[in-house]
């Protein structure tokens, strides 16, 4: 079970709750609902340091399991980097597109690539995200 953040892009009448934070208004945290994880592994650990690797379903917030470890740990914790390595069937490995290949040729190729991947893969909510060596459990940074 994962409370989502009040910093996020869930709706409450139609409009962004960061967006109605950040202009002030009082908005309750919306109540824990299920996530999935499929895979989470501690990857590097230099204290105060650490990194994770995780596989998750759609609706999970990495930044707050970061900040569950914090609080488990009697402290705090931030996220210091994120990378989303996979999103359905692309990967950041396989599918990002290097500056130096930004030609018209080269994109409209893989689109095409990609065009092709989404209508062969099923629809799947999974996620694989990679949380970066500097993941902080210091309180000033947050």
């Known amino acids: 079970m994962q409370v989502p953040p009040i910093y ?9 709750l960061s967006t109605l934070v950040k202009r002030g208004e009082v908005v309750e945290a919306k109540p824990a609902r299920p996530v999935i994880v499929y895979s989470l592994s501690l990857r590097k650990f230099k204290p105060p340091l650490f990194t994770l690797d995780v ?3 759609g609706g999970f917030y990495v930044r707050s399991l970061v900040n569950d470890i914090g609080r488990e740990l009697s402290s705090c914790a931030s996220v210091q980097e994120l990378t989303r390595t996979k ?4 990967t950041l490995e396989e ?4 500056e130096d290949k930004w030609t018209i040729d080269e994109i409209a ?3 095409k690539h990609c065009m092709l991947l989404l209508s062969v893969e099923p629809s799947r909510k999974k996620l694989k995200t990679e949380l970066s060596e500097e993941h902080t459990v210091s309180c000033e940074d947050k």
């Open 55 to 57: 596989e998750c379903g």
């Open 8 to 16: 996020s892009a869930l709706k409450k009448d139609g409009q962004r």
């Open 95 to 98: 599918h990002a597109l290097y």
């Open 87 to 90: 999103q359905g069937p692309f």
């Open 109 to 111: 190729q893989s689109l």
